[in-house]
């Protein structure tokens, strides 16, 4: 994790609240494969990388927690007693909505003070909102001793999402972000919530980052419609989750549901199917299978379920038609954020400085390219 944010974090927490704390460091997170299967019981492949959230914490002397978030400047002061969402409460929700889970499942959280910060690109699509409230859980896990196992910290992580920023998330992010592990992604079974780490040797190949730079304002509506369309499906299907449902069984209810639930549905089942495949490719060493799968990858996520835009199409077509790149899709929930591409090495430069023209000429915009490695999960950090 970025040495800078550390120290300023620590030394903001000096500044304001002197005195003991502990330190965190919580990854964001990307996806190579597995967009909205987690919801579903399927399979992901995740892995945390090198940005992410560093938060202090201490415990506090006065009645009221004090929060203060470096990025944005703001300080929030609130009393655990009286916690509730806050409408447009933004960053204020994630950890108001940590503390009222923990207190739900019967632990009591004495006041603490807080000091935080980020280099994760807001509205990128990587999960920032995952890494704080991990780095909340984690953080309050270590201060006042709860004795939380990191299987249960990301249950009230997801259930904070769910209930104060009103996205009925999978686990996926939270996932990643706490069990993250150096130069691996995690072969996650939604299910379980267990996971393999896979090794991937990206040989003469990088993986690269590009942020649209848009954020659709609706996307949280969109997601729980996704959801819900999943879960209608479901239930005629009489499963437990699209997880166990196969083509065969999804024609056999086609007339049962509109052409667009199908196509919906479709694309859950074959998208855990590409996950599985995309992990054989990987352990086969074949970047280039790896490559077309994520291209079809988006093709499903795209025209089936619906959750890309003009500007993430636009990026995945560039890639399609590049000499240099060899796979590249839509990553995270839709409706904006990055795609993930895998590009020659020494072409990296090359390729973005193409792709980043053709953006700029197409929709008057600037994309932003990102280089991440794979990095370890939610830990404490030393100064
Ligand atoms: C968001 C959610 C995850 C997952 C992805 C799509 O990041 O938080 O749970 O559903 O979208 O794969």
Known sequence: MNQQLISEVTNEY???????????????????????????????????????????LGKSEDALCSAYAINMNEV????????????????RNYIIGVVAELQHIGISVPPFNLVFAGDIP??????????????????????????????EMILISQRAEHNYAGVRCGIMDQYASMFGQESHALLLDCRIHEARPIKIDFQDYQLVLINTNVS????????????????????????????DANERQLQSIKSEITEADYQKALY??????????????IEQNDLLALGAILFDAHNGASNQFKISCPELDFLVDQARIHKDAIGARMMG??????????????????????????????????????VVSLSKGTCVSQN
């Open 333 to 370: 929930g839709g409706f904006g954020g990055c795609t993930i591409n895998i590009v020659k090495k020494d072409a990296v430069d090359n390729y973005l400085e193409d792709v980043s023209q053709a953006y700029f000429n197409k929709f008057n915009k600037r994309c932003s390219p990102y």
């Open 76 to 91: 929030y002061k609130f009393s655990t007693e009286t916690i509730k969402p806050i409408s447009g409460g933004s960053w």
């Open 268 to 281: 859950i089942i074959q998208e855990n199917e590409r996950v599985l495949k995309a992990v054989k490719m």
């Open 14 to 56: 000096q500044l304001r609240y002197k005195g003991g704390h502990v330190l965190i460091s919580s990854p964001g997170r990307i996806n190579i494969i597995g967009e909205h299967t987690d919801y579903n019981d399927g399979f992901a492949l995740p892995a945390a990388i090198d940005m992410g959230i560093v938060a202090a």
């Open 216 to 243: 659709h304002n609706l996307v949280e509506a969109e997601y729980n419609d996704r959801r819900e369309v999943c879960e209608k499906v479901t239930s005629i299907l009489k499963v437990n989750a699209l997880r």
């Open 122 to 151: 807001n509205g990128a699509g990587l999960s920032s909102s995952a890494a704080l409230e991990n780095s909340i859980v984690f953080g309050l896990n270590e201060l006042f001793n709860l004795q939380l196992p990191k299987s």
